[in-house]
């Protein structure tokens, strides 16, 4: 069973990072893109869990490290191999 | 003045915040392990800069969760000097003694260079030797030193008198885009305090400033 978390900066904050990527993607002609927001990806594997354990898990760690509640949202999926 | 500089892996400012204190200043300074659970024997506490736990998550996230870290968290609450620099600032807002937050910087690039400082706040044991709006000339070295805080957050830093330091009105003046142009904050208590700017490394004048000193000499009382 995996994790699958997204961590993402809530609106309002700044991303400069985005913003880059975005002149980036029009300097090379991508085009009608409105906004670029960036963010992380983390993945965790458990072992021998019931699905709502590991749901009960993942969000404990994503209140108490992953993300950073002033600055960032997260969402994640538990899903079976 | 007992001084403690705490060492995390990844610390890289820490021998020059000793050196500012033993050979310098020639106080009593400790270098202390992150494993480490006892700093009552200290009087003031220094979280240097670096890369601690090489930034990995986000800056400070992760050395927030050091064991020393809630002996560091108890003696603030008890009013004792706690003062981080640059990657100790990131790591006392992860450790929640500072409010807002340090995002990558407005030109998403590491930034090393000098700046100048503009002295907002005196009303601190760091500040208390300095002028208002006295200009301090340090160097900057980050790639996450952009001060952001919520509306809320920032009319109650303003309103409180709680910014320290502030990069100066001049053009490049705020390198980092941090909002208000902030450098440095305290906490409500006014015994905290977190910058981005190094002031340990312009401590002699062939460090090509000697302005960070003054602050040093503040917290020990030595105008």
Redesign the interface.
């Known amino acids: 069973m995996k994790a699958k978390i997204y961590i993402s900066y809530k609106e309002g904050i700044l991303d400069p990072q985005g913003k880059t990527v975005s002149h980036a993607l029009d300097a090379i002609g991508i085009k009608k893109i409105n906004s670029v927001r960036m963010g992380k990806y983390i993945e965790m594997e458990f072992n021998g869990i019931s699905k709502d354990k590991a749901s009960e898990i993942t969000d404990e760690s994503c209140r108490k490290l992953l993300a950073n509640p002033n600055t960032e949202t997260y969402s994640f999926e538990i899903v079976e191999e | 003045m007992h001084f403690a500089v705490i060492v995390f892996p990844g610390s890289n400012c820490d021998h020059d915040a000793y050196h500012v204190f033993r050979h310098i200043l020639e106080v009593p300074v400790d270098f202390v392990w992150h494993k480490e659970t006892k700093l009552n024997k200290y009087d003031a506490i220094i979280i240097p800069g670096g890369f601690s736990y090489g930034d990995y998550?986000?800056t400070g996230?992760?050395a927030r969760?050091s064991p020393v870290m809630e002996s560091v968290i108890k003696e603030a609450r008890t009013g004792k000097p706690v003062f981080g620099i640059c990657n100790g600032f990131q790591i006392l807002?992860?450790s929640g003694l500072l409010?807002?937050?340090l995002?990558?910087?407005?030109?998403?690039r590491f930034l090393s260079q000098d700046v100048t400082l503009e002295v907002d706040s005196i009303d601190s044991i760091y500040t208390r030797s300095l002028k208002k709006g006295h200009k301090l000339t340090m160097p900057i070295a980050h790639k996450q030193g952009?001060f952001?805080?919520d509306e809320n957050t920032l009319k109650m830093l303003e309103d409180e008198d709680r910014i320290a330091f502030r990069y100066s009105k001049d053009k490049n003046g705020n390198p980092n885009?941090s909002t208000n142009r902030i450098a440095g904050i305290l906490n409500k208590k006014r015994n905290v305090l977190g910058m981005m700017p190094h002031p340990e490394r312009a401590v002699e004048s062939i460090l090509g400033s000697d302005d960070g000193i003054d602050i040093f000499k503040s917290m020990i009382g030595i105008a």
């Open positions: 998550l986000r996230a992760i969760f807002i992860e409010p807002g937050a995002i990558i910087n407005r030109d998403v952009n952001i805080a885009g």
